[in-house]
């Protein structure tokens, strides 16, 4: 099976990602648009893997993620795959810090590291 790690966004989060695909929509356009209930952010992709792969993956997400707290996260930039004039997929990144974070924490577990995650830093500040 093809796996992947990926969290579900925070309605609200959702509901913008939402509006910005609206935006982008076309009649005819040949994408083919995500449903709303499989908007999702993917944290890491694995590849292809068999049913004992599937449970180490498992296992070694829920030891990342236990000692990991709630904590803010942003949007950040479009991008297409395999690039914009041929859009396959069209995604919405998180903000760079986050990305920093969820690899820290992940790293750390695999590794068999750390026993607590380094809480992430703060959000960037966006000038008004």
Do not use: C
């Amino acid at each position: 099976m093809r796996l992947f790690l990926a969290v579900f966004p925070p309605p609200a989060t959702r509901a913008l990602a939402l509006r910005t695909i609206d935006t982008l929509r076309r009649p005819n356009d040949g994408v083919s648009w995500v449903k709303e209930d499989n908007l999702h952010y993917t944290m890491r992709f694995i590849g292809e893997v068999g049913e004992d792969g599937a449970r180490r993956v498992q296992e070694a997400a829920d030891e990342a993620a236990a000692p990991v707290a709630a904590f803010d996260a942003a949007l950040g930039e479009l991008g297409a795959f395999p690039n914009p004039r041929k859009a396959r997929v069209i995604w919405i990144g998180m903000a760079a810090y986050v990305q920093e974070h969820l690899n820290r924490v992940w790293d750390s577990s695999a590794a068999g590291g750390a026993q607590s995650a380094p809480p992430p830093p703060p959000p960037p500040s966006v000038p008004a």
